[in-house]
């Protein structure tokens, strides 16, 4: 019963937090191939702002922390993320390596972001692996991974810690440490999508759980 309640307070959370394009593929448990076709494919949570607002989004795959994160291969130049609902496209395997080191974000090319206009709005996917990678990672990007410490709570299992995590995180982020370490990658925008990654994956790990 302690889990119910836990998995249900996560779940408000995560709804609040995951405001507009809710990417249902990949998630956590994808294991995709180099060289072969990654499908992507979103949903309109419901929330505000609605995918009409967001429109037209670049999708890109990525890797890093929380905090620091590196583009790795454009996926997708412009889709309206309102008119459709998937894009396929082929993973390039000299990006990177393999391993559960990739997620997918979208990026608004209008709509700003509700709580730092500096920034446009983002949208994440679960961290998923890629295999028969060919690429290796530069020094920037490993020290990304390297800072990945506080975001472990990819796992569905913990729950408390995604909370803790979300709820931190706009004390952990002002601390910035990580923030100054590599300047050719992109900052990453507003906390709650930071925490996005981590709730995403728990959220598709309750919800197949619940589906069992
Ligand atoms: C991607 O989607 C296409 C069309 O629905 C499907 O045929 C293909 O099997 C999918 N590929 C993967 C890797 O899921
Ligand atoms: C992130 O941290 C977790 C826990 O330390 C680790 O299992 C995972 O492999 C790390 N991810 C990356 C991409 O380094």
Known sequence: MQAITTLIALLALAHSALAGVYITSPVAGTVATGGQVLNVSWADDGNTPTVASVGPCTVDLYTGSMTQQTKLQNLAASVDVSKTSSISATIDPTVGQSGNYYFVRFTSLGLKDA??????????????????????????????????????????????????????????????????????????AALPQLAAPGLLAALVGIAGWIAL
């Open 115 to 188: 709580t730092n206009s500096a920034y446009y709005y983002e949208a994440f996917s679960a961290k998923f692996t890629i295999n028969s990678m060919t690429g290796t990672f530069s020094a920037s990007v490993l020290a990304e991974l390297a800072a990945n410490s506080t975001t472990s709570s990819t796992t569905a299992a913990s729950a408390s810690k995604t909370s803790a995590v979300a709820s931190a995180s706009s004390s952990s982020k002002a601390s910035g440490s990580v923030a100054a370490a590599a300047a050719s990658t992109s900052k990453s």
